[in-house]
T-cell receptor, first 112, second 113 residues
Framework: NAGVTQTPKFQVLKTGQSMTLQCAQD?????MSWYRQDPGMGLRLIHYSVGAGITDQGEVPNGYNVSRSTTEDFPLRLLSAAPSQTSVYFC???????????FGPGTRLTVL | DAKTTQPNSMESNEEEPVHLPCNHSTISGTDYIHWYRQLPSQGPEYVIH???SNVNNRMASLAIAEDRKSSTLILHRATLRDAAVYYC??????????????FGQGTRLTINP
């Protein structure tokens, strides 16, 4: 299994541009999440999904959209990038509410 | 979510045991104690979790106080690869929709050769 994969690894955007961060998992996990990590801080939940077709907001959802059309994929869309969205973004998945989360390697995003 | 308190940093020597403490005085009866760690430039990885009894796995041991207000992650023989930020997190077992792992600042563990 490849586990949780994220693309791209690095991205530089200009203010106002839009883009989609990709996340995929091949473990048939129902639960998927997006986190952001700012320098020197812990991770904060952006959006999550408990299964295909179901998404919900985390603690810092503003400026981001998600959709979950398949079990495998959970893309994160930045609608109009702002410098405050400069961060490292991690996608995670797990099989159910109780088990461990598996994290992807992260996408380092810089917004100029 | 109940809050956890960890030291900002700790230092140990290679091949020695490391005890990483975590205080969670407001823990509820249904909160599981989870530990994750984050190696430099990587995503977090699961280490161990428990409810009441002490737990062991190939990576570490988790010792939980009898009143559950504190716990200790034990790395029995630290290696340089164990240098990471360690996060102690509480998860409510009954909150099935909860995706949120509330990551605090964690403890930055340095291992000296």
């Amino acid at each position: 299994n490849a586990g949780v994969t994220q693309t791209p690894k690095f991205q530089v955007l200009k203010t106002g541009q839009s883009m989609t961060l990709q996340c995929a998992q091949d473990m048939n996990h129902e639960y998927m999440s997006w986190y952001r990590q700012d320098p020197g801080m812990g991770l904060r939940l952006i959006h999550y999904s408990v299964g295909a077709g179901i998404t919900d907001q985390g603690e810092v959802p503003n400026g981001y959209n998600v959709s979950r059309s398949t079990t495998e994929d959970f893309p994160l869309r930045l609608l109009s990038a702002a410098p405050s969205q400069t961060s490292v973004y991690f996608c995670a998945s797990k099989s159910d509410a109780y088990n461990e989360q598996f994290f992807g390697p992260g996408t380092r995003l810089t917004v100029l | 979510d109940a809050k956890t308190t960890q030291p900002n940093s700790m230092e140990s020597n290679e091949e020695e045991p490391v005890h990483l403490p975590c205080n969670h005085s407001t823990i509820s009866g249904t909160d599981y104690i989870h530990w994750y760690r984050q190696l430099p430039s990587q995503g977090p990885e699961y280490v161990i979790h428990g409810l009441t009894s002490n737990v062991n796995n190939r990576m570490a041991s988790l010792a939980i106080a009898e009143d559950r207000k504190s716990s200790t992650l034990i790395l029995h023989r630290a290696t340089l690869r164990d240098a990471a930020v360690y996060y102690c997190i509480l998860r409510d077992a009954w909150d099935q929709g909860a995706q949120k792992l509330v990551f605090g600042q964690g403890t930055r563990l340095t291992i000296n050769p």
